[in-house]
Every structure is written in C-alpha cells, then in structure tokens.
C-alpha cells in the first residue's frame, strides 16, 4: 500500500517519480527489501541491530506479563 503524503524514500532519499512507488513506511522498492533481508539475517543469526530491537521488547513484554500476573495473585 502506498503512502500518499510521502514524497522521497526514508533510505535512500530518492523522489517517488525516480523511486516508484513509496510504501507506508517510507521507502521505495528496492530500499524495502535490503531492509527486509538485513533484519531477516540479523533475526537469524541472533545479532545486530534489528536483533537487539528484538529482544530488548520481547524481554520488555515478557517482565510486564509477570509483573501483571504478581499483582493480580498477590
């Protein structure tokens, strides 16, 4: 889905009548996928950046679900 209001790439910075289309996100085609396969690498090898992200919130989610469950048994 395009983003209307949007008019260069987030990346890239590429206008959209160069670019193409640019997504909700930001970034046109072809800065999308390297940014889709770089977290996709880094999800699997268990570093980097987008990794980091990852865990920090999932860590952050899974301390407030025990904090909830304490108050709500206590």
Avoid: P, V
Avoid at 22 to 48: F, P, R, V
């Amino acid at each position: 889905m395009s983003a209307t209001h949007r008019a260069t790439c987030r990346a890239c910075g590429r206008h959209k009548s160069t670019a193409g289309e640019i997504t909700w996100a930001g970034y046109c085609s072809i800065c999308g996928k390297i940014i889709y396969t770089a977290n996709m690498d880094q999800l699997h090898a268990g570093e980097g950046r987008f990794y980091e992200h990852w865990n920090d919130r999932t860590l952050l989610a899974a301390h407030k679900r025990r904090l909830a469950y304490t108050k709500g048994t206590g």
